[in-house]
């Protein structure tokens, strides 16, 4: 069964700093990737980023470009997501996605059950 557990939520002041890590169980997707996706309190899901598990190729949203980085450890099937400079307009729910696909366009076939980040002004 493949599982996808987020973990690091939680509240943080604005210009602060979270790390998001994403780990998988129960198959490994080497030639596809993982994404993140937020959603805010009466918005729709925004896709913010991915990363090719081969070869670490990075994709970000501009939303997020320049202030989130995403990294992965194949050894631990695990993603991270480095957000810094954070500010209110990024409090969401945060949902990580694996896809066997490398296409940046595809669909994701599992999805996490979230994890909380609030930023306080």
């Known amino acids: 069964q493949v599982q996808l557990v987020e973990s690091g939520g939680g509240l943080v002041q604005a210009g602060g700093s979270l790390r998001l890590a994403c780990a998988v169980s129960g198959r490994t997707f080497n030639n596809g990737r993982m994404g993140w996706s937020r959603q805010a309190p009466g918005k729709e899901r925004e896709f913010i980023a991915a990363i090719r598990w081969s070869g670490g190729n990075t994709y970000y949203a501009d939303s997020v470009k320049g202030r989130f980085i995403l990294s992965r450890d194949i050894a631990k099937n695990t993603v991270y997501l480095q957000m810094n400079s954070l500010n209110p307009e990024d409090t969401a729910d945060y949902y990580c996605?694996?896809?066997?696909?490398?296409?940046?366009?595809?669909?994701?076939?599992?999805w996490g059950q979230g994890t909380q980040v609030a930023v306080s002004s």
């Open positions: 996605a694996a896809s066997d696909l490398a296409g940046w366009r595809t669909k994701y076939d599992y």
